[in-house]
């Protein structure tokens, strides 16, 4: 049993809107007490209003307290919709599934994206869908096409979560395509608003716009994963948004397992609000914004090789905050640094990470370039302190396994050292970060150190991972407290293969 008022408003007569809503109450209640849900609300027409149309079942699920609005236009792929004026306020928990729409198709792809989009959003106007979840309530918006949109493709602003997932946008999903003129997706409040999700199917493609891709403000918690976010449908080509994904005073944010690549500025931005710092700074979790497992300017391709989808500027740039966690990423082909963290950024933690190819240096604290070494008695001036990388002395063994000797000078306290092998030195003569190799924990002990002295020597074991190699390249190390704070990447060290001499130098 369904609830459909437009179906009954078809009927015609002055009445209709009344005598849809009694009736939609009786087949609610039926439903109610069958067990099987609110109602569906058709979609059987691509006109911008009247019976049928999509803005007139969002206008009878408002009405009627939610349910799902489903597709069933009479027509072939592609079809596109084209508001005139913005799509009514969703304001109560909803479904809206193009996947419904026959001929739709979720994605199935892990590298790229093969879903098809029958129906699409498409109009110069500011936004095409506004959500508003009321507090402990999710609207769901899935398996559609956008693309056009000024303000954003969709907005969400409210006390409860929207799902936006296994969408297009801006990917060239219709002939007469713009892009966004700002953003594709907008997102202020919301708590527990995820956008893509653990599947493929749930994917989103967020590209083209001038903006942001995807735009967090003032709110959290929320989740980004699983997106290809300037990154086109086959998973390396080039739609790039100005900023992938911009934090603007979110926080307890998750973006994780994106690929984000071609964004002309920024792949990912973060910009923290002063009262979550404060709090964040006093060990507060849930005030975290956490970017992790995410591929940043680097496009697997199906053959195990890899592509060039570098970020203009930074794969990361870290404006302001602190506690931001930038873990087991992969950064490669940024045009200046890999990740820039700006003057305001303290304990970002930034641990795990392969960089590669970036043009600048790999982790860049401000201020700009090569930080230079001092006695770290006190946090400097700076993002995280700048806190004193390793120096490292030697880096010798075999082919897959070996020591690294080495010392930190910084404040008594307990740091971790990781270590990292790359090919060879990057143009910096600091790192990058090609492949981790392992990781020490260090203590510089407050006695019996004499003062002005705090420089720990350490030896570490390293080893190669499944296979690669140690031979013929370089060993860098980064050194973090135990909150987080991070430094630059070491100068190379490089590293001796002991077996070439057992060999004879062969
Ligand atoms: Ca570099
Ligand atoms: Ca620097
Ligand atoms: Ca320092």
């Known amino acids: 049993m369904t609830c459909n008022p437009h179906r ?14 009694c009736l939609c109450l009786v087949l609610q209640a039926t439903a109610a007490a069958t067990g099987k849900g609110a109602g569906t ?12 149309s999509l803005r007139q079942a969002i206008l009878d699920a408002n009405g009627a307290g939610g349910g799902t609005v489903a597709f069933a236009i009479d027509d072939d792929c592609l079809i596109v919709i084209a508001p005139l004026t913005p799509l009514p306020t969703v304001t109560v928990p909803l479904v809206i599934d193009g996947l419904t729409q026959s001929g739709s198709s979720p994605n199935t792809s892990t590298l790229a994206y093969d879903a098809q989009h029958c129906i699409v959003l498409n109009s110069n106007i500011s936004h095409a869908l506004r959500l508003e979840p009321p507090a402990g309530t999710t609207i769901t918006v899935r398996g559609l096409g956008f693309d056009n949109f000024n303000t954003a493709a969709i907005e969400v602003e409210g006390a409860g979560a929207a799902h936006i997932e296994g969408n297009g946008f801006g990917g060239g999903f219709t002939a007469l395509f713009n892009g966004f003129a700002t953003s594709a997706i907008r997102v202020v409040d919301a708590p527990g608003t995820v956008i893509g999700g653990d599947t493929p199917a749930q994917r989103n493609v967020v590209g083209n716009a001038l903006g942001a891709g995807i735009f967090l403000g003032l709110g959290g918690p929320r989740t980004v994963r699983n997106n290809l976010v300037g990154i086109g449908v086959s998973g390396f080509s080039n739609i790039g948004n100005n900023v992938g994904i911009d934090l603007v005073d979110a926080y307890g944010t998750l973006i994780e397992g994106n ?12 910009a923290m609000p002063t009262f979550s710092r404060a ?21 697997p391709v199906p053959n195990g090789s890899s592509r060039d989808a570098g970020n203009t500027t930074n794969g990361i740039r870290l404006t302001s905050g602190a506690n931001i966690q930038v ?11 890999g990740l820039n963290a700006q003057a305001a950024v303290q304990a970002a933690r930034i641990s795990g990470n392969r960089f590669l190819r970036n043009g600048d240096q790999a982790i860049d604290l401000n201020p700009n370039g090569v930080d230079p070494q001092d006695e770290d008695t006190v946090p400097g001036p ?4 700048t806190q004193n990388y390793p120096e490292l002395d030697s880096a010798v063994g075999d082919a897959l396994a070996g020591t690294v000797r080495g010392s930190l000078t910084t404040r008594s306290g307990d740091y971790t050292v990781e270590f990292y092998s790359n090919a060879a030195c990057d143009s910096t003569g600091h790192g990058e970060a090609e492949n981790f190799v392992g990781a020490i924990d260090v203590n510089v002990p407050f006695a019996p150190i004499p003062p002005g002295d705090k420089t720990v020597d350490f030896v570490a074991p390293v080893q190669a991972g499944d296979g690669e190699s140690l031979a013929g390249g370089v060993i860098v ?29 062969e």
């Open 327 to 337: 873990l087991d990423n992969t950064i490669a082909f940024s045009t200046n640094d």
């Open 279 to 299: 709090s964040a700074a006093k060990g507060g979790p849930e005030f975290y914004n956490r970017i992790v497992g995410n591929l940043i300017g680097y496009s």
């Open 259 to 270: 690929s984000i690549g071609h964004n002309d500025s920024f792949g990912v931005r973060v």
């Open 8 to 21: 009954v408003s078809r009927v015609h007569a002055p009445h209709r809107t009344a005598l849809a809503a």
């Open 382 to 385: 700076g993002a995280n302190g």
């Open 477 to 505: 190390a980064l050194a973090h407290d135990a909150s987080g704070n991070t430094s630059e990447l070491s100068a190379c060290v490089a590293y001796t293969d002991t077996s070439l001499f057992a060999d004879g130098f």
């Open 41 to 52: 609300f058709l979609v059987t027409s691509a006109a911008d209003a009247g019976p049928g």
